[in-house]
């Protein structure tokens, strides 16, 4: 359960550094926003380090599943924009596999 709690604070951390570049390049915000963009980033490499794993390919590997999840959230949320049913349904796929790649017999 705590690595679920890490993925998904390392899935809004990396949107929002990322989105800080979005919103520099793209809706011609100032530079400075690239700042707190940088922090989240360096955050959200952070959480990602949390995740209980033996192995960083695979605890990446699931946590795109939820990074996924985590942008139909931000879509939804921030951008004011409601996923429609294409975005539920490969949310769902990607969700699916990351939890075969997680619970995966070894």
């Known amino acids: 359960m705590?690595?679920?709690v890490f993925y998904v604070l390392a899935?809004?951390?990396e949107i929002g550094g990322c989105f800080s570049f979005w919103a520099w390049l793209r809706l011609h915000k100032p530079a400075w926003v690239i700042l707190p963009g940088l922090l989240s980033l360096t955050a959200f490499a952070y959480f990602l380090t949390k995740v209980e794993s033996d192995f960083a390919g695979r605890a990446y590997a699931a946590y795109g599943s939820i990074y996924i999840a985590a942008s139909l959230v931000w879509l939804w949320l921030?951008?004011?924009k409601l996923p429609d049913r294409w975005d539920s349904i490969g949310v769902g796929i990607c969700l699916l596999g990351g939890l075969v790649i997680l619970f995966g017999p070894r």
């Open 11 to 13: 899935a809004f951390a």
């Open 78 to 80: 921030v951008e004011n």
């Open 2 to 4: 705590k690595s679920y």
